[in-house]
């Protein structure tokens, strides 16, 4: 009998079909990973496969005598489902090409919990760009990546720079993290950052952005939103065979004369795997756009420059006044990843990233004029400097206490410099900052029930050394002049435990709910006295906050969603807030503040989205937020003093205080989908208002950006596609302007900064699965404009080219 059933068996298998199906991206014919394969017979799945690295699946268990009678579906994240005869198929030669969908509530995020779950569970609002959208836009910088997103405005005060504003939350207010490290560091200021451009894009797997305080799970700074970098992984080979995966390109653009050149390969076995990526860019000197407003004509024009010849500075006049001279900069990148699978349950992955540039001018302090002759001879920072490294430790395999874990040893060590002289003098100051981060994430969840339970611990201690000197150009000799921070050193620590909880009601109702209880301490020496006698020799601040939220995400039918959310967050003095001394703007010093306290926020906000003809999603959020203690900058005083002498010049002094309070409320919204198969709508809109509360009249609330948004249209066909859309934003008038904080009014015109619009166009042609070129043209109406604080004028119009090879 045994016999027998061998026998038959055998018999089964040898009429069996295996065959290697394979799935593409329609548009860029690149495998799609992960894509779910089920077989289908008689209404019932009988097997289920998963495509490889390579979108490779292997067919296998179809018999002959049934082969007209199964039906193959095939489902991907971010993709339209397809359902097709096994018959078809294989009239297809087994190769299959997915569309990609522009609105997926079933897509999976990480950012909200830390762990995977779907967007459309999390009452937060949630942007994910794609690697696919990414290579799509096909920027030259992160800050270019987030600023063309649509929902995220960004500041730029130089060509190398970029800072994001979220919900009128920016710098220090807003968190950046890559692969489960925060970025944020004890001096990331309250003005306006460059950090931004230390992420490579070229290396990303998805950015995901958090609308919204995000403290429960992040901790401080998380006041307006979360931006989350992943890096891509090593591909793992499913066969005994090694696989070997790359990509590289070179790009053109047009309006900086810039060129980018990128590689990286994926060598891997089944348990071992090496991703090593590099990239090369270079900018000349920015383009701005020549068409004006006929009202500020000569508004944003570069009209001298300085160069030293023959050793001394001289001015020259500026030709070509759209052409912004000493803008340029360089920059590399290099990541460097290894994954090791030691069994099923238990992974190790080892990241190494190392980001440098050239020196970049601060241009718009080189536009400066002091007594009608140049001000700066030279303003530059010194090469951005950020190394980064961390070892994770991933757990699966249900236990007592977690069903997934995960554990990251992370260090970060950043050098940043400031350098300016004076035009026609000797003495170039030089200020020199080195921090250095040592981080533990300690995460888990654990399944019970219809509940998802995430909890975890943090732990972080940064180490900053700040110095600072003058140089005399001709006679090589230095000096020593007042640092930006304590020059006895300064120390930030945290430690944090948190616990969320996702409950599933009934199929149509979800509650999300979290809390997290914070440490931060801080300390601080001032040594040397000459410059500022502080009253004071030392710093010392501990701070412990207590944050929470609840939401609820309710789905009465596959085309409705609710959302409603509380959440509070906080944001911790940092050395940056506590201690330095450095000129905002032109006549205006900060002076260090001890006193200061923590700042509150306290949310609410209420979402709603409608899906149409199962093809169209329109979304809208609204928001409310109440800062408690907000710390703003304020006139004040030194030594009894409201003016002192501050690097030649006599400056009104100002210091960061705890404002009673203030409030930011604003609307988001969206359109999304797919028209046709070919053919997807996409829009974005975000409008926000933000006030200091005063015993007379509140006063604006500096970084709320004007009304701005995204609009437009995107067609595919085969392996074609081609993107049409208009980014834009209103105007920001004066009496929206914080003239005491960062809003740079005096980079605008006389009536605040006017509104802008731009068209733009976007191509992109797949030869092959291995060759592809990318075309687009950028603002093409050359429009002459700034973004709201920015102290640079934007491209003109740009016209970029971009050649990618795959294999």
């Known amino acids: 009998m045994k016999n027998l059933t061998l026998c038959l068996v055998l018999i089964v298998n040898f009429f069996a079909f295996s065959q290697d199906l394979y799935i593409t991206n329609n548009t860029n014919l690149q495998p799609i990973k992960n894509a779910k394969v089920e077989l289908v017979l008689k209404g019932l799945t009988t097997k289920t496969f998963n495509s490889n690295a390579k979108g490779l699946v292997e067919l296998t268990g179809v018999l002959e005598a049934e082969s007209n009678s199964v039906m193959v579906f095939i489902s991907a994240n971010n993709y339209a489902d397809k359902l097709i005869s096994y018959a078809d198929l294989k009239s297809l030669n087994f190769k299959v090409s997915l569309f990609e969908k522009m609105n997926e509530l079933d897509e999976v995020v990480v950012s909200a919990n830390k762990f995977e779950e779907k967007k459309g569970d999390v009452s937060q609002k949630i942007q994910v760009l794609s690697a696919t959208e990414l290579e799509n836009m096909n920027q030259t910088s992160m800050a270019d990546v987030l600023s063309n997103s649509g929902n995220v405005m960004v500041q730029k005060s130089q060509l190398g720079g970029g800072s994001p504003i979220i919900r009128g939350f920016e710098t220090n207010r807003v968190l950046m993290v890559v692969d489960g490290v925060r970025l944020n560091n004890a001096i990331y200021r309250g003005g306006h950052l460059q950090n931004i451009i230390t992420m490579d894009n070229a290396t990303m797997d998805r950015v995901e952005i958090v609308y919204g305080p995000g403290s429960v799970i992040y901790g401080s700074d998380a006041l307006g939103g979360v931006m989350h970098f992943y890096t891509k992984n090593p591909q793992l080979s499913t066969t005994d065979k090694a696989l070997v995966t790359g990509s590289a390109f070179g790009r053109f653009t047009s309006a900086n004369s810039g060129t980018a050149e990128h590689v990286d390969i994926s060598v891997a076995g089944k348990r071992f795997g090496s991703l090593t990526s590099f990239t090369y860019s270079d900018f000349g000197d920015l383009r701005q756009g020549a068409v004006r407003n006929p009202f500020y004509s000569t508004f944003g024009n570069r009209s001298f420059y300085v160069d030293r010849v023959d050793g001394k500075d001289s001015a020259f006049v500026n030709l070509d006044t759209n052409l912004q001279v000493k803008s340029g900069y360089s920059q590399v990148d290099f990541l460097q990843k290894f994954t090791y699978i030691q069994n099923e349950n238990v992974e190790h992955r080892l990241n190494f990233q190392y980001s440098t540039s050239s020196d970049i001018p601060r241009y718009d302090r080189l536009t400066q004029v002091s007594g009608g002759k140049p001000k700066f001879a030279e303003w530059y920072y010194g090469p951005q400097e950020r190394l980064f490294a961390s070892y994770t430790l991933l757990l699966t395999g249900k236990t007592l206490l977690y069903d997934e874990a995960r554990i990251i040893l992370g260090y970060q060590g950043i050098e940043e410099s400031r350098n300016d002289r004076r035009f026609q003098k000797n003495f170039l100051n030089q200020q020199i900052e080195n921090v250095s981060v040592y981080s533990l994430n300690a995460d888990f969840e654990k399944r019970i029930g219809k509940h998802e339970i995430r909890y975890g611990v943090e732990g972080y201690y940064n180490d900053v050394k700040s110095r600072a000197f003058t140089e005399d150009i001709v006679a090589d000799t230095t000096a020593p002049i007042s640092t930006r921070y304590p020059d006895g050193g300064s120390k930030m620590q945290s430690a944090a435990i948190y616990v969320t909880d996702a409950f599933e009601l009934n199929e149509k109702l979800i509650l999300n709910a979290g809390v997290r209880g914070t440490y931060v301490g801080l300390g601080a020496n001032f040594v040397d006295?000459?410059?500022?006698?502080?009253?004071?020799?030392?710093?010392?601040?501990?701070?412990?906050?207590?944050?929470?939220?609840?939401?609820?995400?309710?789905?009465?039918?596959?085309?409705?969603?609710?959302?409603?959310?509380?959440?509070?967050?906080?944001?911790?003095?940092?050395?940056?807030?506590?201690?330095?001394?450095?000129?905002?703007?032109?006549?205006?010093?900060?002076?260090?503040?001890?006193?200061?306290?923590?700042?509150?926020?306290?949310?609410?906000?209420?979402?709603?989205?409608?899906?149409?003809?199962?093809r169209i999603t329109i979304s809208a959020t609204g928001y409310a937020s109440f800062l408690e203690n907000a710390l703003t900058v304020q006139k004040g005083q030194f030594n009894g003093q409201d003016s002192i002498l501050y690097k030649g010049q006599l400056s009104q002094v100002t210091t960061t205080t705890n404002s009673a309070q203030a409030y930011v409320y604003g609307f988001e919204g969206g359109i999304s989908g797919n028209l046709t198969e070919r053919l997807s709508i996409f829009g974005t809109l975000n409008h926000t208002y933000g006030r200091i509360v005063t015993d007379t009249t509140d006063q604006p609330l500096d970084h709320i950006p004007p009304t701005f948004g995204k609009m437009g249209f995107s067609f595919k066909i085969n392996k074609f596609r081609a993107d049409v859309f208009s980014l834009f934003s209103g105007w920001k008038r004066?009496?929206?302007?914080?003239?005491?904080?960062?809003?740079?009014?005096?980079?605008?015109?006389?009536?605040?900064?006017?509104?802008?619009?731009?068209?733009?166009?976007?191509?992109?042609?797949?030869?092959?699965?291995?060759?592809?070129?990318?075309?687009?043209?950028e603002n093409i109406l050359d429009q002459n404009y700034r973004v709201f604080a920015s102290n640079i004028s934007s491209p003109g119009r740009n016209f970029m080219a971009t050649l990618r090879v795959n294999f």
């Open 734 to 777: 004066v009496k929206d302007y914080n003239m005491l904080g960062e809003d740079n009014f005096a980079n605008a015109t006389a009536l605040g900064m006017p509104a802008w619009y731009t068209l733009n166009l976007r191509m992109n042609y797949q030869f092959s699965k291995y060759i592809g070129l990318q075309l687009a043209c």
């Open 529 to 614: 006295q000459t410059f500022f006698p502080f009253p004071y020799s030392s710093i010392n601040q501990s701070n412990v906050a207590l944050n929470g939220n609840v939401g609820l995400v309710y789905r009465p039918t596959k085309d409705w969603r609710f959302t409603l959310l509380g959440s509070t967050g906080f944001r911790a003095p940092n050395v940056d807030d506590l201690t330095k001394v450095f000129d905002s703007q032109p006549g205006n010093v900060i002076v260090p503040n001890p006193s200061l306290k923590p700042e509150y926020i306290y949310n609410g906000e209420v979402g709603v989205s409608k899906t149409f003809y199962n």
